[in-house]
């Protein structure tokens, strides 16, 4: 069976930063490892039931190859369920597996959502208050005091920074309620006072931090984000940081995201938010990583054709362990953090987050360097070296 990768992303991001560079990625990994690969706009694919069977249409052609790994790039604040989630439904219905699933993504649409989702694991959540319909603002102004002011005021759906507000008071509240736009709920959270005008932006990948990167306002606002003036810098994170940002990724079913942090006065961490479609303009500036090539490397790595040879390879090893010395599979690259098993021998760095056109294009990363022989031919070696060349 030929192997296939398909690319699919909105119209409207489709020249953005990130795009452009998991474009680049995918094509030139796949054309590395020969597998079919196709890009597509979310408008060109046409969904199709016939005789009872789930099927696809592109440009009035009937499709008969399906891809067995599917990278998705979509402006979560825009996603409406009866379209774009539909059209990802349809794909994950037809075997396809999704980087990033549906669900997974809708988790992330709406900031209340996500926290509805991390209730009740014990995951640290400032307290958010929000409410249904779109015109019980002014309601919430007595609801949410148990907050205390100053208190932080979002729209759910709202992505780079923008639309969020901190209320010095009730007063101040209820002159917002006359400036803001109600076609969409907002929610009302607790202020962490220590972190003003600061967070950590945690990017993942397969489950496993790749990275991270403080952001810093420039200008005493708030928020952070790199696409409002704030600067970002890599920076190490804590084990328990780390071990957060995962918890909140498995949580969510998430293959690919940005998690927000917010750091305590002792050093603890907070959830601020998450984000299924992050940016990584400001990251890879910061850090000197290429994101989109750790994506594309992570989703060849979820080919069946690759696992199933992954395994056979592994159970090879574990055979003759007994009897001779265990071939080294690859090493993490120091100055970042645990990297997916399926993406090692890669630089690592920190992050950045919605897909921004954060600062300008940074330089094109310099491509990978092919493995050399190896001096030291052996078995042992042999298997290690293909075993590399499966998890690059």
């Given at each position: 069976m030929c192997s296939?990768?398909w690319?699919?992303?909105?119209r409207r991001?489709?020249?953005?930063?990130p795009?452009?560079q998991?474009l680049?990625?995918?094509?030139?990994?796949?054309?590395?490892?020969?597998?079919?690969f196709?890009?597509?706009?979310?408008?060109?694919?046409?969904?199709t039931?016939?005789?009872?069977q789930?099927?696809?249409?592109?440009?009035?052609?009937l499709?008969t190859?399906?891809?067995?790994v599917?990278?998705?790039?979509v402006?979560?604040p825009?996603?409406?369920?009866?379209?774009?989630?539909t059209?990802?439904?349809?794909?994950?219905?037809m075997?396809?597996?999704?980087i990033?699933?549906?669900?997974a993504?809708?988790?992330c649409?709406?900031?209340f959502w996500?926290?509805?989702?991390?209730?009740?694991?014990?995951?640290?959540l400032?307290?958010?208050?929000s409410?249904?319909?779109?015109d019980?603002?002014?309601?919430m102004?007595?609801?949410a005091?148990?907050l205390?002011?100053?208190?932080?005021?979002?729209n759910?759906?709202?992505h780079?920074?923008?639309?969020?507000?901190?209320a010095?008071?009730k007063?101040?509240?209820t002159d917002?309620?006359?400036?803001?736009?109600?076609?969409?709920?907002?929610l009302?959270?607790?202020?962490?006072k220590?972190?003003?005008?600061?967070?950590?932006?945690?990017?993942?990948?397969?489950?496993?931090?790749i990275?991270?990167?403080?952001?810093?306002?420039?200008?005493?606002r708030?928020?952070?984000?790199?696409s409002?003036?704030?600067?970002?810098m890599?920076?190490?994170?804590?084990?328990?940081?780390k071990?957060?940002?995962?918890?909140?990724?498995?949580?969510?079913?998430?293959?690919?995201?940005?998690?927000?942090?917010l750091?305590?006065?002792d050093?603890s961490?907070?959830?601020c938010?998450?984000?299924?479609?992050?940016g990584?303009?400001?990251?890879d500036?910061?850090?000197?990583m290429?994101?989109?090539g750790i994506?594309?490397?992570?989703?060849l790595?979820?080919l069946?054709?690759?696992?199933?040879?992954?395994?056979?390879?592994?159970?090879v090893?574990?055979?003759t362990?007994?009897?001779?010395?265990?071939p080294e599979v690859?090493?993490v690259?120091t100055?970042?953090?645990?990297?997916?098993?399926?993406?090692?021998?890669?630089?690592?760095?920190s992050?950045?987050?919605?897909?921004?056109?954060?600062?300008a294009?940074?330089?094109?990363p310099?491509?990978r360097?092919?493995?050399?022989?190896?001096?030291?031919?052996?078995?042992n070696t042999?298997?290690?070296?293909?075993?590399?060349l499966?998890?690059?």
């Open positions: 296939r990768v690319f699919v992303t909105d991001i489709s020249q953005e930063y795009q452009v998991i680049r990625a995918l094509k030139e990994r796949c054309a590395d490892e020969d597998v079919d196709r890009s597509l706009l979310m408008d060109q694919i046409v969904l039931i016939s005789q009872g789930l099927g696809l249409r592109v440009e009035q052609e499709v190859s399906y891809p067995q599917v990278v998705v790039r402006p979560t825009w996603v409406q369920s009866d379209s774009d989630i059209v990802l439904r349809h794909l994950e219905k075997g396809c597996r999704l990033n699933r549906p669900q993504i809708l988790n649409v709406n900031k996500t926290f509805q989702e991390l209730a009740g694991h014990g995951v640290p400032p307290d958010t208050f409410y249904g319909g779109h019980n603002f002014r309601k102004i007595d609801e005091e148990p205390g002011y100053p208190v932080v005021v979002k759910a759906r709202g780079r920074g923008k639309a969020v507000f901190l010095r008071d007063h101040h509240l917002l309620c006359h400036l803001i736009r109600h076609d969409t709920p907002y009302f959270q607790e202020y962490v220590e972190s003003h005008g600061r967070d950590v932006r945690v990017v993942l990948v397969g489950g496993r931090v990275g991270s990167m403080l952001r810093c306002s420039t200008d005493g708030m928020q952070s984000n790199c409002l003036g704030g600067v970002g890599m920076c190490p994170l804590s084990e328990q940081g071990q957060l940002a995962t918890e909140v990724s498995n949580i969510l079913g998430m293959d690919v995201c940005g998690i927000d942090l750091q305590l006065n050093g961490f907070v959830v938010e998450a984000n299924a479609n992050v990584f303009i400001a990251f500036q910061a850090c000197g290429d994101v989109a994506v594309a490397d992570y989703a790595s979820l069946p054709s690759r696992l199933t040879r992954k395994m056979s390879l592994l159970s090893v574990s055979s362990s007994e009897t001779s010395s265990e690859c090493s690259p100055g970042g953090g645990s990297l997916p098993e399926a993406v090692c021998n890669m630089s690592v760095g992050t950045s987050s919605e897909s921004d056109p954060e600062l294009e940074p330089s094109q310099s491509p360097q092919p493995l050399g022989p190896d001096p030291a031919y052996n078995f042999l298997l290690a070296n293909e075993i590399k499966l998890t690059e």
